[in-house]
């Protein structure tokens, strides 16, 4: 595929508002996980949950709900609604598409609107619109309104591959001259069914979870919202712009919740990639693991980036940072790979104590300067619904 510049990004989640909170937290191995905390939730796990979330303006009060505060949040970071309008001014409001990923929406409203449904009828509140907080296309009418998109739009629902898989379908979609730039990302936020749903799963860890250790005992769940600016590479900022250099996606369809053993899936993703960026596996600087500190995750995929990027490109995972943003870990992650690649380091996997000597891979620990030319990130969902993407710095 042609490069893609990416002109503007930002991200929100635990460790902060904006790309230098990340930048700052990231590089001092900070972390943003606490105790689960959220409503009436009583698991006994950590969350990486994002507070004081803004109220939306009055005039989009029929999509209040956290997923969209969450994603208003964002929007106001960085600067980059006011730069996704001057991108559609420019382009025009047809020739900018819009691409998100979310696994659950705004569900969270939907459990509140359960909780006040009529005693004798069942029927939900009056007030309650589920096409314009719950669906899984919510979040892109939100957006759409909030910043003036006429052009193409669609929500991914991946599972945890979601909001990666937006960069490819974006890239597609510029390559086919269906648009001039695209806005992508994903919003995720935490909910009841989400916690309940993994902690029955015995996915959920007792403490912050811990990637890649040889204790690793499960997933800390986080919310997160994250937003880039995918443009024609005649962007007016293209030369001074990281690009999107290729993207691989895979379906290995092994098992609903389980990766195949020798991650099989994985490494056709990743095989992908760099087979559409037009690059071998030596030119990896860092990789920014899927490690989402399940046991079987973490080994499948080192079995995977070891069959194809060896056992020498320095690689970690941030989850241990961020909690595991679900349906907002891809593209929350391509920001990790965009920062790494801007500002010269490699992040640090937090919350490693004890390294499992089966997983064959560099992982590192703590954050280090480095010169990162080419990120690569991985992001794998339920089912063997798999991405990755590569990304790479301005020429």
């Known amino acids: 595929m042609r490069p893609l510049p990416l002109t503007h990004y930002t991200a929100t989640s635990a460790l902060g508002r904006g790309y230098a909170a990340h930048l700052q937290a990231l590089r001092e191995g900070a972390s943003g996980l606490a105790p689960c905390h959220f409503e009436t939730v009583g698991i006994p ?20 709900c956290r997923n969209h505060r969450l994603a208003e949040q964002a929007l106001r970071a960085d600067g980059f609604a006011a730069a996704a309008r001057a991108c559609i001014e420019r382009r025009g409001a047809r020739r900018v598409g819009l691409l998100l990923g979310t696994s659950t929406s705004g569900i969270h409203s939907t459990e509140l ?21 719950h669906s899984t296309y919510a979040l892109a009418r939100f ?15 991946t599972a945890c591959s979601s909001s990666a898989k937006v960069f490819a ?24 069914t989400t916690l309940h749903g993994f902690h029955a799963l015995q996915l959920t860890a007792s403490g912050p979870c811990r990637p890649f250790d040889a204790a690793r005992d499960g997933i800390s769940i986080g919310e997160a919202a994250a937003f880039a600016l995918l443009e024609a590479p005649d962007a007016p900022l293209a030369a001074e712009s990281p690009r999107l250099l290729g993207t691989g996606e895979s379906s290995d369809a092994h098992h609903m919740s389980a990766p195949h053993p020798e991650g099989l899936g994985a490494q056709l993703a990743m095989r992908g990639a760099l087979a559409s960026a037009g690059i071998d596996a030596g030119a990896i600087d860092y990789l920014n693991l899927h490690g989402t500190a399940t046991p079987s995750n973490d080994l499948a995929e080192s079995l995977a980036v070891a069959k194809v990027l060896g056992d020498r490109t320095p690689c970690s995972s941030t989850k241990g940072a961020t909690g595991h943003a679900l349906g907002a870990a891809g593209a929350l992650e391509a920001i990790v790979c965009l920062l790494a690649i801007e500002h010269g380091f490699i992040p640090g996997g937090v919350h490693r104590d004890t390294p499992d000597p089966r997983l064959a891979v560099r992982y590192e620990d703590r954050s280090r300067a480095a010169h990162v030319r080419v990120a690569m990130t991985n992001s794998f969902g339920f089912g063997g619904s798999n991405c990755t993407l590569v990304f790479g710095a301005p020429r």
């Open 45 to 64: 796990t950590w969350t990486g949950q994002v507070d004081q979330l803004p109220a939306l303006p009055p005039e989009l009060a029929a999509f209040d």
């Open 113 to 133: 609107a359960y909780r006040a449904r009529d005693p004798a009828t069942g029927a939900l509140p009056a007030g309650f619109r589920y096409e314009t907080v």
């Open 143 to 157: 957006v759409r309104t909030r910043l003036g998109i006429d052009g193409p739009s669609a929500v991914i629902s």
């Open 169 to 192: 379908a974006a890239a597609r979609w510029i390559d086919a001259g269906l648009i001039d730039a695209a806005i992508v990302g994903g919003v995720d936020s935490l909910c009841l």
